[in-house]
């Protein structure tokens, strides 16, 4: 069978960095008996450009029929006074495949450590599992009077149980804990994802299972990350969690995430956004592509061994201080790149 990929460019660092990722699927995937295709799509910025829309209906036909779909970052500044913002495509996207675990790796490995503000030395790796479809960013009634505005923070049973279960699954691939991170002295929400939790929790007897208050854990991801393996959330909670979980890692330019339905491709891509103030420089930070490559490979196509290769040698590069600008280097995206790939020969 041949893997079919659907490769969205991006904009602005976008194709320098999704240039760089697949120049790494390649060498990666060379005599390993994985056969892939690539599907270039226009998306965002280049959808307006090319087709008027930032998601054309060929292009959503193409993820759909699509194992997987590679997206770098879109959007910037050439489109402020565009119609439809290169940014609702993503929405719309997530919407269209029915994306709604959002998955974000938190690994500071050895080779990271001197970028981590985090000085105590354990090892830091968890994944923070977000709802991304549902909560207070989609519900309804949202409404501004003359004296107040208001918000409706809306879960479902069906919405909270597809996305604990993404939760539990994955923490039986690592080290088998979930952190449930919530409001549930305030919010009734909460209580009702706590409900729900603890039913399914009974489904996973070698899962171990607490909870958190958000600002409990808040200030735990700070003083100590080590303790966390599976930090499931809803939508908000868990958007400002990854952000403040990036910033411990060091730099914007190294991370990667998944974004997956039930059945239906997953979408890999960096964390961070087009950086056109760096855009056609050569310097842009092509790791959080590398890695999203890597995340692809293993949990899309079952290739844990290609995406632990592509790992090892990232970490090699970053030992070796072949790095770009943003951590502190002054080797450009290509020699990070060309670095990465020796060393993946060398392995294969
Ligand atoms: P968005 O609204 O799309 O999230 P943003 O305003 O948060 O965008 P980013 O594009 O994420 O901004 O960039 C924030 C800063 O991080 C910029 O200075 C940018 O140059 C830098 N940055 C982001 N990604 C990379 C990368 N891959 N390599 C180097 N620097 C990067
Ligand atoms: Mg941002």
């Known amino acids: 069978m041949t893997a079919q990929i659907a490769v969205l460019n991006g904009d602005y660092i976008g194709p320098e960095i999704m240039a760089a990722g697949l120049k790494v699927l390649a060498a990666v995937t060379e005599n390993q008996n994985f056969d892939y295709a690539l599907h270039p799509v226009p998306f965002g910025g280049e959808g307006i450009d090319k087709m008027g829309d930032p998601l054309p209906a060929s292009t959503l036909a193409t993820c759909k029929q699509a194992d997987a779909v590679l997206l770098s970052a879109i959007g910037g500044p050439k489109w402020d006074k565009a119609k439809r913002r290169p940014e609702t495509g993503l929405l719309e996207i997530r919407k269209a495949l029915n994306l709604f675990a959002n998955i974000r790796p938190t690994v500071i490995s050895p080779a990271m450590r001197q970028y981590s503000p985090i000085k105590n030395e354990d090892p830091v790796d968890f994944v923070i599992v977000r709802e991304l479809t549902s909560g207070i960013y989609f519900g309804t009634p949202r409404e501004t009077h003359e004296t107040y505005a208001l918000d ?45 939790t ?26 100590d990350p080590g303790q966390f393996d599976v930090i499931l959330t809803e939508n908000l909670f ?88 943003d951590l502190g280097g002054t080797s450009t995206t290509d020699e990070v790149t060309d670095t990465i790939i020796k060393t993946i020969k060398k392995v294969g």
Do not use: C
């Open 152 to 196: 409706t923070m809306r879960y479902t049973e069906n919405e909270i149980e597809r996305i604990v279960k993404v939760g539990f699954d994955m923490a039986m691939k690592r080290r088998k804990h979930v952190t449930l991170v919530d409001k549930a002295n305030v919010l009734d929400t909460s209580k009702f994802w706590r409900k729900i």
């Open 198 to 223: 603890a039913r399914i929790a009974a489904d996973y007897p070698e899962v171990t299972y607490d909870t958190s208050y958000v600002d409990a854990a808040s200030m735990k991801i700070i003083a």
């Open 238 to 325: 868990g958007d400002i969690l990854s952000d403040e979980a990036a910033q411990i890692t060091g730099s914007l330019g190294t991370i990667p995430s998944m974004s997956k339905g039930t059945d239906g491709p997953a979408l890999y891509e960096p964390i961070h956004g087009s950086a056109p103030d760096i855009a056609g420089q050569g310097i842009a930070d092509p790791l959080s592509m590398i890695k999203s490559v890597a995340m692809m490979l293993a949990n899309s196509f079952d290739r844990q061994d290609l995406s632990d290769t592509i790992m090892t040698a990232v970490d090699k590069s970053i030992d070796d201080q072949i790095v770009t600008p």
